[in-house]
């Protein structure tokens, strides 16, 4: 029989306070043993350290397994979801994906799905077919689809964060607590609005002869990766005039056409979650496709 009062001694001075009087820790595989965790142990997605914190970075959809932690615990989570794809024919930005902070998010011993969603395509013909950015999801925590950015007088979708309207039609509304509407574009076809972002409206298109496509929404910026970052901002409208094409905003958002100096609309940036860049042309292959979302969990090492 072993002496287990040696080694109940020799674990002591190994675990220190994280043995509980009078039992030995499990991971010797000790009958009768338990064990008290004083941080959290997961794993998934991408791992990296910073600042005293552990981070899980899902660029994908995958699983966070928490294996062991102490009770009541919390994680610092981010949820963004994938941003609209812009519209065409004085088209609108896209809307940036919807964003959901929680700075003490519960867990607890338990296989989490992660979502990642998807950013919303650019449109497939000159009347249309582009989509809404897909969901992100993290236990409780549901990031809806950033709207996608509208077609020359076609209702303007709303999401996350909404579309940018289309001329001469207004933005899509954005999801309480997750973003903002997107700006409305101008009569006569002139240029679209700018997509919603997380932290502001998208703005409007400008009136006139140089009428410029609405800027996109700004993001809101983060430092749970380890450094200060902007996710979640709406795509730029389009404008008839060169040069006059509404700029993305903060967060991924892309850059609207603007008509014979720079023909083509930008993409969203990838995992930020945002919007779209509006083509003015008919041409479908102008319009920006939307950004991938992500989700970031953080606690301490």
């Known amino acids: 029989m072993p002496d287990f009062g040696i080694m109940r001694g020799f674990n002591e001075k190994l ?13 010797l595989g000790l009958i009768g043993s338990q064990q008290v965790f004083d941080s959290i142990v997961a794993t998934g997605g991408t791992i990296t350290f910073a600042g005293g914190m552990t981070i899980h970075t899902f660029t994908s959809s995958g699983t966070f397994t928490v294996t062991a932690a102490p009770a009541m615990a ?19 930005g896209g809307g940036a994906g919807g964003l959901l902070y929680d ?21 497939t013909s000159g009347s249309g077919g582009n989509t809404n950015g897909n969901n992100s999801v ?8 950033g709207g996608k950015g509208g077609i020359g007088g076609a209702t303007t979708s709303s999401g996350g964060s909404g579309g940018g309207g289309g001329g001469p039609s207004t933005g899509g509304a954005g999801t309480s607590g997750q973003g903002n509407a997107g700006g409305a574009g101008t009569a006569s076809y002139n240029s679209g609005g700018g997509g919603g972002g997380a932290g502001a409206v998208g703005q409007n298109a400008g009136i006139g002869i140089a009428a410029k496509g609405g800027n996109g929404g700004v993001g809101l910026a983060y430092s749970i990766s380890g450094s200060s970052t902007y996710y979640a901002g709406g795509g730029g409208g389009s404008s008839g005039n060169s040069n006059f094409q509404g700029t993305g905003g903060l967060g991924g958002g892309a850059r609207g056409e603007g008509y014979a100096m720079t023909p083509i609309a930008l993409d969203a940036s990838a995992n930020t979650g945002g919007g779209g860049g509006g083509s003015y042309l008919y041409n479908a292959s102008n319009g920006g496709n939307g950004g991938s979302g992500i989700v970031i969990i953080s606690y301490p090492t």
């Open 15 to 27: 675990f220190g306070d994280k043995l509980v009087a009078g039992q030995l820790p499990t991971q």
């Open 74 to 92: 919390t994680v610092e989570a981010l949820v963004v979801a994938g941003g609209g794809g812009g519209g065409v024919v004085a088209g609108g």
């Open 103 to 123: 700075a003490a998010k519960s867990v607890a011993v338990n296989a989490y799905t992660i979502t990642v969603g998807s950013g919303g395509v650019k449109c």
């Open 138 to 145: 993290f236990d409780t925590l549901t990031a809806v689809g």
